[in-house]
Each structure stands twice: as C-alpha cells, then as structure tokens.
Nanobody
Framework: QVRLVESGGGLVQAGGSLRLSCTAS????????VAWYRQAPGNERKLVAG???????NYAPSVKGRFTISRDTAKNTIYLQMNNLKSEDTAVYYC????????????WGQGTQVTVSS
C-alpha cells in the first residue's frame, strides 16, 4: 500500500522559515505532477504549490515569492521551503499528486502542522 508521509512542520514566529518534506513508500511518487496542499481549521484543503513532471512549478498567489516547491527523485521526496511565514499560513500541510492533473493517491497522509505565531 502506498503511504504518504509529511514532516517538518512546527511552531515558528512570523517572518520565520520551515522546510517540509514528503516521502511516498511504494510509489515513484516524485516523478509525477505533485503538489503541496494546506487545510486551515474550518476551511477546505487548498493547493498551494505544484511541480509537474518536467519540473515546472506553480504557486497560489498567497504564497508566490515566499514558498518554493522542489523534489529529489533519487530520494522519492518532495519539499516545500517556506520563507517569510505569516499567521495566515497556519494550517495542516499535505502532499499528494496534483489533483488538477491526476487523481490523488489514497489515503492521504496525516499531514504536518504548521503554526505561525504573530
């Protein structure tokens, strides 16, 4: 069974940085179009950054210029470097296939909590 595991979240002050990681066992996950998503309490899960199989990246307007998605195919891992964090970035962050292109892998991982204090 494919298993997605996100890590790297934590509590950080506004303006700080975090680097999230995502690995997928049982799948050449990182070769696909993949993405990071986040879900804040009471809100729907939203895509924040994607990278396609050719390495082209795209970002939600709210994070563009602050977040960077990347991948290491040798490690089957994708990353999300988050800089200049804001309180509105507080959410649980998940990785998965880019649902605009392919169906998501199921089940989703547990996610990693990012909390930004102002």
């Amino acid at each position: 069974q494919v298993r997605l595991v996100e890590s790297g979240g934590g509590l950080v002050q506004a303006g700080g940085s975090l680097r999230l990681s995502c690995t997928a066992s049982g799948s050449t996950f990182s070769l696909n179009a993949v993405a990071w998503y986040r879900q804040a309490p009471g809100n729907e899960r939203k895509l924040v950054a994607g990278i396609n199989s050719g390495g082209i990246t795209n970002y939600a307007p709210s994070v563009k210029g602050r977040f960077t998605i990347s991948r290491d195919t040798a490690k089957n891992t994708i990353y999300l470097q988050m800089n200049n964090l804001k309180s509105e970035d507080t959410a649980v962050y998940y990785c998965n296939r880019d649902v605009r292109i392919n169906a998501p892998m199921n089940p989703w991982g547990q996610g990693t909590q990012v909390t930004v204090s102002s």
